[in-house]
């Protein structure tokens, strides 16, 4: 049986690119932000991002160029992710 974990990953996989808006699917990135040194980070703290975005030069794991254009922050995103996925009934 999937964990609860995994299959909110793969439902985050499913959005559209937090940062950019790039159409799905797209990559899952544990938010760096207020992560434990020597802990692996929570499978829910996960926001969706396109390849650029995610592991290129402007992005997350770059100089992070692209969430200074875009105004936005890791945390602020994974409130976006979890509200696009659960705020509606
Ligand atoms: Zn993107
Ligand atoms: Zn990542």
Known sequence: MM???HLHMVRVKEL???LCGAHEPSEAH???DGRIPGRK???FCTIPLCVDCHRGRLGV???K???K???QNELNLLGETI???YGEL
Do not use: N, R
């Open 3 to 5: 964990s609860k974990e």
């Open 16 to 18: 559209p690119c937090c």
């Open 30 to 32: 544990h938010i760096l």
């Open 41 to 43: 980070a929570h499978d």
């Open 61 to 63: 794991h770059g100089d």
């Open 65 to 67: 160029t692209m969430l």
């Open 69 to 71: 254009i875009m105004k």
């Open 83 to 85: 509200k696009k996925l």
